[in-house]
């Protein structure tokens, strides 16, 4: 058995439809004999391990996409939660200064009557 790392360079010379989709470098097992089967439908483990590795690929490139998801959300968490603390921290300024110089701006913002008084 030999590993080998697999390059799609002269692809158009192997008589197949498409460009293969396998990742430049990935490992490949090859059997010294290069036969693919033990008889009647019995692949050999080589086939068997070569299967799993590209599976592995799709499900480690799965998983990278799930992670930049979840990156973007957890930094759009954090920008909000900085734009609420910086709100709160303008409220509570606004609220800290004496009881007098609030009355005369909460009167000073509120112009129009509302209801009968």
Known sequence: MEQVLYSSHGWESWDVEHKPTLPEGMPILIDSDLRFEDGAAA???????NRWLRELHERIAEQQASLDILTA?????????????????????????????????????????????
Do not use: F
């Not at 692949?43 to 391990?49: A, K």
């Open 73 to 117: 959300l957890k930094t759009t968490a954090i920008s909000q939660l900085a734009a609420q603390h910086d709100e709160l921290q303008r409220l509570r300024l606004a609220l800290s200064g004496d009881r007098e110089s609030r009355v005369h701006d909460l009167a000073a913002s509120n112009k129009h009557v509302i209801g009968p008084c």
């Open 43 to 49: 692949p050999r483990p080589t086939i068997v391990l």
